[in-house]
């Protein structure tokens, strides 16, 4: 049965990745992609010494769009992270770009080598972006006061970063953040997502942005498999026995689901 559902699954995924045709606006133009392990196709089961192993969405999306991706996404990417190197508020990405490579090589923060590839490169035509969960990780919250200090510094943060592409840079194509999926999908772990997402969907449409729901592209499977991304064979496995255990990036059809919903968002863009 699990089988038969992974299979339909991916069917559906590479019908939404093929009907969704290349706009003439993007297609042959270049995909910035932004933010953090999902978007670099993070897995912890991989060689990292090389950044080709690691595939992510935005290599999907953009070969679905006819488009050449950069991505400079950093696994273990904070929002302030993103904004500088030296405010205290990375995560884990300066541990891994020290000792591994991403798919670009730069020096600075995320955001300055975002702001200057676009004032050099004018043929980006999509941006996508997904960071804010590392925030979480990073401040390990206990109580309310706290979870709602980090939503509202993640919000605070996006509309710098935004702020600086679109004014700084320049920018004024298509801006597409992808919203987190849910490990699960009981209602307090979904709820607990969505409280997540709530400022990163503010932000985006604070500057003209579109939102691709990472929540509802897993959502459908998960509940399906009784509410478990894990269990949909949309997270990568760690441990089959005695129970099974997930890593909390996707798998490669995690991943695809993940594309499809930027592919319609940036046709509907």
């Known amino acids: 049965m699990r089988v038969k559902l992974f299979a339909l699954l991916s069917a559906a995924v590479l019908f939404v990745l093929a009907a969704v045709p290349a706009s003439a606006s993007v297609e042959g133009h270049t995909y910035l992609a932004l933010g953090d392990s999902v978007a670099f196709g993070y897995s912890p089961l991989l060689n990292h010494s090389s950044a080709l192993n690691f595939v992510g969405y935005p290599e999907i999306a953009a070969a679905s769009l006819g488009m050449q991706d950069v991505n400079a996404s950093c696994p273990g990417e904070t929002t302030g992270g993103f904004i500088s190197l030296t405010n205290g508020a990375d995560y884990l990405c300066l541990g891994y770009r020290h000792f591994f490579p991403l798919h670009v090589n730069y020096s600075t923060s995320q955001l300055d080598f975002a702001i200057a590839y676009l004032l050099t490169h004018h043929d980006v035509r999509v941006i996508t972006m997904d960071i804010g969960a590392n925030d979480v990780f990073k401040a ?3 109580t309310t006061e706290c979870i709602g200090a980090v939503l509202a510094g993640i919000e605070a943060n996006l509309h710098y970063i ?6 700084v840079a320049h920018y004024h194509h298509a801006l597409v953040t992808l919203t987190y999926y849910s490990l699960s999908y009981d209602l307090a772990s979904a709820a607990q997502t969505q409280a997540l997402n709530a400022p990163i969907i503010a932000a985006t449409r604070a500057f003209g942005g579109t939102v691709a729901s990472g929540f509802e592209a897993f959502q ?22 005695p129970t099974l255990v997930c890593d909390v990036h996707p798998t490669p059809l995690g991943r695809d689901l993940l594309a499809a919903a930027v592919v319609n968002a940036v046709a509907h863009s």
């Open 162 to 167: 935004y702020s600086q592409i679109r004014n």
């Open 220 to 241: 459908g499977p998960a509940l399906a498999a009784g509410g478990s991304s894990c269990a949909a064979g949309l997270l990568i496995v760690l441990q089959v026995t």
């Open 140 to 142: 390990g919250c206990t």
